[in-house]
């Protein structure tokens, strides 16, 4: 057996968005750029107008369609919303389930490629389809394949509570658990879902003031509590490396940084 663990991520949802104008349209709703060509993916965020945060999502551009995966339970507010503001756009949105695979370790990328039948792509976020149909997308923890059905990869089932301890050790912020609607994404740390040379859209303008302006208040930082690894939330001002703290939830912490930010990923290389 190979040095890789998978997760069947059961806590994800896809809307799936089809029709002409489903770039231009979706580019002018979420907060990074969305890529026009086959295979490309980016990390984004869909905000309500006073800009905080109604989900955060991964868009995936195919030949046909474009698919947004975002956390459970909230595919149903972002299909509510998005089918609001549909006007004389050619789109046409609809639910539909997918399976996937989280694949990760030293050997997960070359596990992954052998299910897929595909290379994976260097950059993080897209993605290639495979000669079987399945979708092999580079991520954070190494890659994600994405099928209609259930595929079977000879390789360590690791826990979800496994997962999660991963998660938190690399500083990935995750909606429900580390932040909520309550939040925009420069105080959740999302900064990598941000692309602040685009056209406009849903929201940026208070990111731009925020941005340019002024500051936020608050902070979701890396942090460590008691020696093992956190994410929490900070006073702006307490917002530095190797700093002491007084997390707003009153536990005492050492800030370590900033939630992850890479737009590449090195994991399983």
Known sequence: MELAGT????????????????????????????????????????????GKLLTDADLRVYDDRIEIDTPGGRRDPLAAMLDRVIIMEDVQLAPEARYRLAVF???????????????????????????????L???????????????NIETQKITAESFESLRIERGVPKFGVDFSEDANPLEAGL????????????GQEVIAKITFRGHVHKRLMRVSI??????????YLDAEPRKA??????????????????KKNPVGD
């Open 7 to 50: 997760l069947a991520l059961n806590d994800v949802e896809t809307l799936v968005v089809r029709g002409p104008d489903r770039v231009s349209w979706l580019e002018g709703l979420c907060t990074n750029t969305v890529k026009r060509a086959p295979g490309g993916g980016c990390y984004a965020c869909f905000l309500q107008p006073k």
């Open 105 to 135: 370790g030293p050997a997960a990328i070359a596990a992954a490629e052998r299910a897929a039948h595909a290379t994976l792509p260097a950059v993080e976020n897209d993605f290639a389809v495979g000669e079987n149909g399945a979708t």
């Open 137 to 151: 997308a580079r991520t954070w923890y190494g890659a994600e394949l994405v099928t209609p059905n259930i595929l």
């Open 191 to 202: 900064d990598r879902a941000l692309e602040f040379k685009k056209g406009c859209y849903v």
């Open 226 to 235: 008691e020696g093992a690894p956190a994410l929490g939330w900070v006073n």
């Open 245 to 262: 703290v007084t997390l707003l939830d009153g536990r005492d912490a050492t800030v370590l940084g900033f939630p992850y930010r890479s």
